[in-house]
């Protein structure tokens, strides 16, 4: 199945990029990021026109890259721009592909197609997640053997929460007054899975983040939000029972799904917090917690389930579809219908 | 090569069964078995028809099986006995297969094909490694990366034993009147591999096992029988030159072969012996020196002869035969024409 | 890609071979090889025809090599000389292939292809790493993940080094008076890659090996000599600036590539020294040196590159193509006309 190119993707953090080459595979393609002096960033293809080294071996030398076999150097629009052999002609020939980059609320995002499309206005908001005053956010990435949809489905259900991470739920112990929605929404081609519960026992994770005396239970929202190709956000909060939503903590959440290949996924998180924001013991505590969840309890559960489908056609193994299953499958058909719209245009022009 | 369905092939022993799921794959389709509250054996197929999570991941409530992933639980009959989500409708195809248990002589057999055709009266008769008085069994358990046929093979022409266990051999020190017998016996389906050897100097195994004073040589018998698809029972035993069969202890040892997939077997064995039952030291050194030459000589040979061969197709490859391979080639037609003839009928009634 | 398979190339060292069984496979084939008793050196196919066990682990008896499965003995000539087995009668179809090997120069060639054209007067010469008076040679072994032409490319381009090999180069500090000259030159069907440098700084390597006052700096010589397969020698040497070849030390390193498969290379090396030949220490600085810079400079970057090529096949990729590229493109030609050659006489046979 194809990929969608003509999207942003999440590249990584912007802290992640220097002066010091950062490899990374995106749609099965090998790029090499960088920064240059004056701090632009710049994504240029990652094997060399030459004998076909990874780039992201190599060294930026005058804001260029140098290959670290044979010291070709490529600039930022991905030209050679200095050969060190024979007589120093660059061949015609001698090129990669440069990736138009865009910055913004902390993360590095990448166009992987046609590179006159690429609008940096369009970029997905996730502003809940930058850095900015009275909030705190912490990072994580995985890299996940399973393609990135199976990723997207886990995130678009969270009813798996109460079965999969049982000691983030208190499912055991729901009050005769506790009340749940979860729904559906389609904004455009943005698609949400919306969910509340009324009446929730307090859970570990808020009563750690509450200030002042923590109520026994509370109004929970988890509202998850899905734009193309695969770009989440949560926005997950509790407050006092029938209170409006600043009345306690909000711990949003990105999950950015990359494809590195067909078979496996980058992943992504960013969590930021407005409670606490200063307590590196919470930092720490919530970083590992979130790591072990996502690693040992969604992660191992999505590469069996993978390993168990033995394909990336999910609809060609005819599976049970439960209520549940409602926004995951609107994303997915909203996705696939992008992607068929782009390969006609593809072949159209051909 | 398709494997024979209507048969029953060992899934385990009677002791691995629990309310605790155990999941293993059999004839490349994944099983998650588990034990009711009335102590009944279940089987069910082991992919959730929803997301297709592992159900053997899942737990057992109320004598159904949940799925670790979104809840779904089935019953001992495979159907979907309740969904968690929304109003709780139980969609028609929520299912997995069932598959017919039985257990006998302390192993759990499964039947992989047409249900309505498992007759527990043909399971194989082994109750010389059933626990019974007198005896004392050990048990355990491989997994081997080749095609179960190649095991089969290594079982049925013990021919090899001098080169593959020189230490359990004493071919360098037989004796002026020392005779051996090989031969092929078939009984309805049933074949015999049999080799009888008079006066053979004592081996370590049998001098360790023997009451009372040890002959310097004796008369070894070791007869194995193999049923279709690859159950193989090892009646093994020495006696003083001449004496009758229960004059020195008896080994008797199950070999059951169940295919994982193509490539890799579940190897099942179980040891009985008739002296030193209440030697634990000796269950110690029996399990110790039967696992290392199973993993280490027949294993080993077995794994490397499967990647030499690189095909499950033996005989595509021309196998030079020797008079030791007339029993595995016997099973290996007999098992050919069963899997030929069950294919024939399935295609028959399509 | 086929294979050239009248040719010979590198087995291993002399010394490698005993009567205890070495195998190895080449160009896809298992080869099994011992000493006779009278020292003579024998390949047989690794494969043992009756059940595919590899007859490399076997044990040598009477000259003949022994399968370490049921024990048949194939002789020098591939022959089956014993069948333990039933009446002992040997089956006509139980043989292996006999190699062709020579010796010489401390190196096992050995002739893949028809054995009535292996021609002994046609191994390679490389008597400048055969032990001799006034030399002392060191040897190593590599296995590379990739395609032996991707070997040939890197040692047939050693321009490479300033880049991959920083720390043998002295590219930084070159005076105004440094020159260097690069070729190459084609002797029927053998190819050079040349290399001189005028006035090079002293090397740290030829600092440590040099005899008396060392220069500041030299001229140096590197000249690769390909022959097909992929049997190469280097002339590796430095003299006071001006001098003549013999006025500094010499080191000689020959780079035997012999494939194992399409996607992995045996890599024997050879290095001679005629500088403190009696220095132990010397050995293990050199050896430890070598072996380092190959295995986590070279053949981290050539394995890099093969996985970046996902193919054999580097003209089907369109590479850009640098002056210093000559050489290896002229190796790689010269050898694909043999092959095609080779391939065209055997169809006009059948």
Redesign the interface.
């Given at each position: 199945m194809a990929f969608l190119r003509n999207a942003w993707y999440c590249a990584g953090w912007t802290n992640e990029l220097s002066d010091r080459p950062l490899g990374r595979t995106f749609l099965g393609e090998?790029v090499a990021m960088y920064r240059q002096t004056n701090g632009a960033a710049v994504a240029v293809g990652?094997?060399c026109?030459?004998?076909?080294?990874?780039l992201s071996?190599g060294k930026v030398v005058d804001d260029c890259i140098?290959?670290?076999?044979?010291?070709?150097r490529f600039g930022p629009s991905g030209a050679?721009s200095h050969?060190?052999?024979?007589?120093g002609a660059i061949?015609k020939?001698?090129s990669v592909r440069a990736y138009t980059l865009a910055e913004r609320d902390g993360i590095v995002w990448i166009w992987m197609g046609d590179q006159t499309l690429a609008d940096p206005r369009r970029v997905p908001d996730m502003h809940e997640i930058a850095e900015q005053q009275g909030w705190r956010v912490i990072r994580g990435e995985l890299k996940v053997k399973a393609h990135y949809e199976l990723l997207t489905?886990n995130l678009m259900?969270l009813?798996?929460v109460?079965?999969?991470h049982p000691f983030l739920s208190n499912a055991e112990a729901l009050p005769a007054d506790y009340h749940e929605v979860r729904s559906l929404k389609q904004e455009g081609e943005t698609v949400y899975s919306l969910h509340t519960a009324k009446n929730l026992p307090m859970t570990p994770l808020f009563a750690m983040l509450w200030d002042g005396e923590t109520p026994a239970q509370g109004d929970l929202r988890a509202n998850m939000r899905w734009e193309a190709p695969a770009n989440l956000l949560l926005d997950v909060g509790m407050v006092p029972p029938g209170a409006p939503g600043a009345a306690g903590p909000s711990l949003p959440i990105a999950h950015l799904l990359t494809p590195e290949t067909e078979h496996s996924t980058h992943y992504f998180w960013a969590l930021a917090r407005d409670r606490k924001v200063d307590d590196a013991q919470m930092d720490g505590i919530l970083h590992a917690g979130i790591s072990d969840v996502f690693k040992n309890e969604d992660e191992r559960?999505i590469v069996?389930?993978a390993h168990?489908?033995d394909t990336n056609d999910l609809f060609s193994?005819?599976?049970?579809?439960?209520?549940?299953?409602g926004p995951s499958i609107r994303a997915r058909r909203l996705l696939r219908t992008r992607i068929d719209k782009e390969r006609a245009a593809c072949e159209a022009i051909r």
């Amino acid at each position: 199945m194809a990929f969608l190119r003509n999207a942003w993707y999440c590249a990584g953090w912007t802290n992640e990029l220097s002066d010091r080459p950062l490899g990374r595979t995106f749609l099965g393609e090998p790029v090499a990021m960088y920064r240059q002096t004056n701090g632009a960033a710049v994504a240029v293809g990652g094997r060399c026109p030459h004998r076909f080294a990874p780039l992201s071996m190599g060294k930026v030398v005058d804001d260029c890259i140098e290959c670290p076999y044979h010291g070709l150097r490529f600039g930022p629009s991905g030209a050679c721009s200095h050969n060190p052999h024979g007589d120093g002609a660059i061949p015609k020939a001698a090129s990669v592909r440069a990736y138009t980059l865009a910055e913004r609320d902390g993360i590095v995002w990448i166009w992987m197609g046609d590179q006159t499309l690429a609008d940096p206005r369009r970029v997905p908001d996730m502003h809940e997640i930058a850095e900015q005053q009275g909030w705190r956010v912490i990072r994580g990435e995985l890299k996940v053997k399973a393609h990135y949809e199976l990723l997207t489905d886990n995130l678009m259900d969270l009813s798996h929460v109460p079965f999969l991470h049982p000691f983030l739920s208190n499912a055991e112990a729901l009050p005769a007054d506790y009340h749940e929605v979860r729904s559906l929404k389609q904004e455009g081609e943005t698609v949400y899975s919306l969910h509340t519960a009324k009446n929730l026992p307090m859970t570990p994770l808020f009563a750690m983040l509450w200030d002042g005396e923590t109520p026994a239970q509370g109004d929970l929202r988890a509202n998850m939000r899905w734009e193309a190709p695969a770009n989440l956000l949560l926005d997950v909060g509790m407050v006092p029972p029938g209170a409006p939503g600043a009345a306690g903590p909000s711990l949003p959440i990105a999950h950015l799904l990359t494809p590195e290949t067909e078979h496996s996924t980058h992943y992504f998180w960013a969590l930021a917090r407005d409670r606490k924001v200063d307590d590196a013991q919470m930092d720490g505590i919530l970083h590992a917690g979130i790591s072990d969840v996502f690693k040992n309890e969604d992660e191992r559960m999505i590469v069996e389930c993978a390993h168990m489908m033995d394909t990336n056609d999910l609809f060609s193994l005819n599976p049970v579809l439960l209520q549940g299953d409602g926004p995951s499958i609107r994303a997915r058909r909203l996705l696939r219908t992008r992607i068929d719209k782009e390969r006609a245009a593809c072949e159209a022009i051909r």
